[in-house]
């Protein structure tokens, strides 16, 4: 079978391959990192190689970043034994197995997006300049931090040495402070401003955030239940800080978790139960819809 018309779909292990699909290398091939698209697809007794998996014909763009295509051509020619340039490398009609390429389109699918906060400064005094971000992950802490750096510049930074100039200029919003010598911006300005951005979070790092807050989780309840322990009270407060910081904490109550089968049985019992109501609630959306 050969599949090669645009937006024609190949399934293969329950994923979805579709020709002028753009995909990136993954690191299970020689090609990880280059950006592409699949323009062919083959399987059973059309299939050039004698892989189990379908053949996926890929055409890979070259990199457009110089660090990046003599990495490239290094790997190549480790690969081969020879030196390689970007010329002797094959981008076009490359026969990639499934788990050498990814999907952009699936990737981004699962991406979480997170609104983030970004107080910005840049600034030039006499000439000598400076710029400085801090990203935050709330409107309210990043305004607060606009603030107290305004105030600070105010107070003691370059605004004071402008101020009363003939040519001191200020320009602001809620969000938003900038000024000026006129006829020197160069040479002589402060700004700061607060800009509103989207941060993108693979799973992978979705996770990691998710086990540090349950970490932190399971040390809070760790310190509420020995709080009141007599034992506890004979140690200095230097004995319990270390107790409460301890590393293993999180770790041992997870592996403790893992053996109380009791635990799971509950969990899934209750997950069972939850499922139970929710789908009974859509059937009956189903049957609501079916009879009108």
């Given amino acids: 079978m050969i599949i090669n018309q645009p937006g ?81 490398i094959i981008l076009d009609e490359v026969i990639m197995a ?30 000598e300049t400076g710029y400085s971000v801090i990203p935050c992950a709330d409107y309210y802490t990043a305004k607060r931090i606009l603030c107290e750096k305004l105030a600070e510049e105010q107070r003691t930074g370059c605004i004071p040495m402008w101020d009363g100039k003939e040519k001191f200029q200020i320009e602001s919003s809620p969000s938003f402070y900038e000024c000026w010598l006129d006829g020197e911006y160069l040479m002589n300005h402060y700004k700061i401003v607060l800009v509103h951005e989207t941060l993108l979070l693979s799973p992978e790092t979705v996770g990691l955030i998710g086990r540090c807050y349950m970490d932190q989780c399971r040390i809070e309840d760790f310190e509420a239940q020995i709080e009141e322990w007599d034992e506890v009270s004979s140690l200095t407060d230097e004995q319990y800080q270390r107790l409460c910081a301890d590393p293993e904490i999180p770790e041992r109550i997870q592996k403790a978790l893992g053996r109380n089968d009791s635990y799971w049985e509950s969990y899934w019992e209750t997950v069972s139960e939850v499922a139970h109501i929710i789908v009974r609630k859509y059937l009956k959306e189903n049957k609501e819809a079916e009879a009108k």
């Fill in 8 to 88: 024609a779909e190949f399934i293969y292990e329950n994923v979805c391959y579709k020709i002028g699909e753009r995909i990136v290398g993954t690191n299970a091939s020689e090609y990880q990192g280059l950006f592409g698209s699949i323009i062919e697809i083959r399987d059973g007794e059309d299939k050039e190689t004698e892989n189990e998996t379908p053949d996926i014909y890929c055409s890979f763009d070259e990199p457009v970043i110089p660090y990046d295509i003599a990495e490239l051509e290094e790997r190549f020619s480790e690969l081969y034994q020879c030196k390689k340039t970007i010329e002797d």
């Fill in 98 to 127: 499934p788990e050498m390429i990814e999907s952009i389109e699936q990737a981004d699918k699962q991406l979480t997006k997170l609104d983030i906060y970004l107080v910005s400064e840049d600034w030039a005094v006499k000439g």
